[in-house]
């Protein structure tokens, strides 16, 4: 199967989640996600701020910042192959990108490297691939950093998880871990 169909199929099954459903999914994986971070001796752990079909990441974002024992790190877009992370400020300070995401505006901060990844996607398999929107930007900036990055956990709901191995290219980058609401998969 390849990606394009992979990306229409997992869009529909999304479809079918209640704003009720996506509210209950995404608090569970915010509190397993959480607990897989609470023992992390990162010090940079890079998040997203999630778009409407993705899991919330505003509960994972709670929980981290009461803990307060990571600076959290989220994308901006800077051109057409790059993202750089930055430090988690108020998000009413932030901007939507040309993608429709919620990023820090251009004078916020420097650029900082993150230890530990939680990484969206649009769909997963059982082996650590992941297939995302299409524009690789994640998948160059783990080549680019793996010297820093220890591990790139993704998050998703559990009808993202493909029973086929997903088609992986070359340049497609391998997750340690997946978290969605009914397991924790490691890889």
Known sequence: MEKKEIRTIIRQRKKQLSPEERTTISMKIAERTFELLR???????ALFLSMPDE???????????KQGRHTLLVPRVEDEQTIRFYKLQNTQDYQLSGYGILEPKD??????????????????????GRVGRGKGYYDRYFELHHDVIRKKIAIGYQLQVMEEPLPME???????ALVTEEKTYWF
């Open 170 to 176: 070359p340049f497609d980058q391998r997750m340690d």
């Open 55 to 65: 899991v919330e990441t505003s509960y994972l974002i709670q929980m981290l910042g």
């Open 39 to 45: 023992e992390e001796e990162a010090t940079n752990v």
């Open 107 to 128: 004078d916020i901060s420097e650029a900082l490297v993150p230890e530990v990844m939680i990484v969206p996607g649009v769909a997963f398999d059982a082996c650590g």
